[in-house]
């Protein structure tokens, strides 16, 4: 079908292998989210914390700096154990909120914009099944959520084993484990919520207050309902105060919220349940009117 | 020539609702048309097709394979034109065009190229830079044409491509249509209400009725089948007439006594008929040979209960 000729060509080029074409998704995805000079600020700024955690591990270890403030190891120690509290309350914390803001800037459009404009069966009649476009859509969130928490996490880790030595890295090595497996956790769990809420609100703005509504007003109503009936259940409703306490067990320590771990884990994977059944529902090629 | 679409008691229903009633049939021809009034279940054929809804009963095969356990192989071979408006907002027309290539397979560069290469080809080559929501119902049914195109498929489903479209714009899209007919090796299935777009583009013909189907024919064999019926129209008694053609071997039925119809046998021609009534000094006033326009097969269709292949 040269443009010369102006006539009909088929194909009979080489193809790309079926295994990897839902990485095309991500690829279209990050050149329009990457055409915001606000978003690429946000990103870059994500990395500022890790850096700031990077020089106060670095401290403890720069003989020059302790001798211009007169300082032991100890003293700084001390201070910032670099323990599993370190990187929970320094870290997992405030990264926690990160990429909620993340997925809230990210997640919305993704599927809303090809459902508005009944774009899904021009996905869908091509060799590319459903769970291939969730895929790709997800690995949107995924590798951009991925880039903000676990990575950065897992390189402070390996940081401060590096400076601390062999025998810190042998002790706190489910250290490692938990903030990679935490960090997924809060991952899978932002993906499935974001999707889901755009696949069923077409509207970017709606969809993003859904999902406002879902993570701010769910966890102020919990707040209510303790306050209220006395009790804790009421955190249920709470995702980000249930990923808390599954993340202080991951971690081994003192959860802020206090609810029983295996209810938080119930509480998440009915969430999840409940994103799967709504994305099976919504992404299909034409929705039928039984 | 090996079949195109095998229907094999193809059913489908949504909830209690027969949609699709055991379709049985081989289909081979280069160019489709899938007729039907509205809520035949033409639309709901093709989806069944492209693997969209799964069959309650029986299967098919496209290029003979499996509808159900080659869905995605299948997919590969197909391109398909949606009957509504279908796009991904803020995208201009070659970025989604490409898109769809390489979700078709095609490497990014071969993607990209075959991107321009199909808006130039459907006349949007100047447009192509701007997104699909600002173009007209026009262009944007030939940007669908274009993703549907843009990865060389073997087989092509157009659904309703000339809704929505004035009459320069219509015969555009049929003067394209019949490019793609006859430059590749592609095969179409083209689903319209509209019986001329199927006339004048395909070589074969699905009638659905309320989800079954009513006929299957080559519209070119029906077309010379109907050479055969011949009426004519004598200027005086005709019944000397009749009784010599009725020598040749004509069956016939007077109409009166100036008017008759016959069927002419194999090897009787029209100049036969001429030569007679010059012999017998018999004025020929009228004679039509009919010829079954697609309205009246259509028709016919719609008004028997069934029809097979």
Known sequence: MAVYERTYRSYSGELTPGWGRFLVLPRYAYQTVFQSRLFVAFLVACFVWPLVLAVLIYLPHNLRFLEMFQLQTADITNIFKYDAGFFFYWFMVPYQVVAFFMAFIVGPPLISVDLRNNGLPLYLSRPFSRSEYLLGKSAVMLILLSAVTWVPGLVLFAFQSYLAGFGYFREHFAVGIAIFVAFWIWILILCLLTLAISAYVKWKPVARVALFVIWFVFGAFGLVINLLLRTTWGSLIDIGGMIQVVWAGLFGIESPVQVPLWAAWASLLIVCVVCIALLRRKVRAYEVVR | ?309
């Open chain 2, 1 to 309: 020539m090996s079949a195109v679409i095998d229907l094999d008691g193809l059913s489908l229903r949504f909830g209690r609702r027969q949609i699709l009633k055991d379709l049985r049939g081989s289909m081979s021809g280069r160019s489709i048309g899938l007729l039907g009034p509205n809520g035949a279940g033409k639309t709901t054929l093709v989806h069944t097709l492209l693997g969209f809804h799964p069959p309650y009963a029986g299967t098919a095969r496209v290029f003979g394979k499996d509808i159900i356990r080659h869905a995605k192989e299948i997919r590969g071979w197909i391109g398909y034109m949606p009957e509504n408006d279908a796009f991904i907002a803020g995208m201009t027309a070659v970025r989604l065009v490409r898109l769809m290539a390489e979700l078709s397979g095609l490497p990014p560069r071969e993607a990209l190229e075959r991107a321009h290469e199909a808006l130039f080809y459907v006349g949007l080559g100047e447009a192509r830079y701007r997104t699909i929501e600002t173009y007209s119902q026009g262009m944007k049914q030939m940007a669908k044409l274009a993703q549907a195109i843009v990865h060389g498929p073997k087989l092509l489903f157009l659904d309703e491509p000339t809704n929505g479209l004035d009459p320069p714009h219509r015969s555009r899209m049929i003067r394209l249509i019949k490019d793609i007919r006859d430059n590749g090796d592609v095969h179409i299935m083209l689903s319209s209400h509209l019986l001329r777009d199927v006339e004048e583009c395909c070589d074969e013909v699905l009638i659905l009725k309320q989800g079954e189907i009513a006929t299957y024919c080559n519209l070119e064999e029906e077309r010379k089948a109907n050479l055969k019926f011949i009426e004519v129209e004598t200027r005086a008694d005709n019944s000397e007439f009749a009784e010599e053609i009725g020598k040749l071997g004509c069956e016939y039925a007077l109409l009166g006594q100036r008017k008759l119809k016959m069927v002419l046998p194999a090897g009787i021609e029209i100049r036969d008929l001429y030569r007679v009534a010059a012999d017998r000094e018999i004025q020929i006033r009228r004679l039509d040979y009919k010829r079954d326009s697609l309205q009246d097969i259509f028709l016919k269709a719609m008004e028997n209960n069934r029809g097979g292949l």
